[in-house]
């Protein structure tokens, strides 16, 4: 009689387990994945560049959807993105998932990656996935003055977002980048690997 009970409490301990790992399988969403003209642009960005195909995939997903969610154009995300962080294969991408070289300046609060910057240890923005790090970029623009104008632009104008972000249409900031041709070099990047396609 003593081994019966608990051998009951037994049975519907693992009867209610089954039941919630198959209700929590069948909610398990599907991984998504970019369309095949994504898949084509990730594949050639890590074939020049020698970064991680699977994250580029992952990277061109996510800008799509900020531009859904935000307007952010898309192709102006992933152009950054590759200038930035050498086709997704620099030092600070590659030990901190860092595809923009953003600093670990206010708002930031989360992890971060050191390394020598212009002459002096600097803290970096450390991501942990493509998601927080395209957010983030969003999040960015929200936060600076002089970054915001940006976000006037129509929602998905590429030219109109990398004319605000560039540092020639702020003579009393430096814009993303101190380099004059920094908006000309995405546009270059942009054609190069057919992100209007995106």
Known sequence: MHFIKPFANFSWM??????????????????????????????????????PQEYIETFLL???????????PAPAVVGIAILESGGFSSFLFENALNPFGMRATYPWKGETFVMFHEGADAPFRKYAHAREAVQDFSVLLYSRVW?????????GDTNCYLQKLSAS????????????R??????GIIKRYDLDKL
Not at 22 to 44: F, S
Not at 169 to 180: A, V
Not at 182 to 187: F, G, T
């Open 14 to 51: 693992m009867a209610g387990f089954l039941l919630a790992s198959t209700v929590l399988h069948a909610q398990a969403p599907k991984p998504v994945r970019v369309g095949p003209g994504g898949e084509k642009i990730a594949a050639q960005i890590a074939d020049v560049y020698g970064g």
């Open 62 to 72: 996510e800008a799509q959807k900020l531009e859904q969610e935000q307007g952010i």
């Open 147 to 155: 970054l915001a104008d940006a976000l006037n632009c129509p929602d």
């Open 169 to 180: 249409e702020k003579p009393k900031h430096p814009g993303y980048s101190r380099d004059p």
């Open 182 to 187: 920094w908006a000309e070099k995405i546009k």
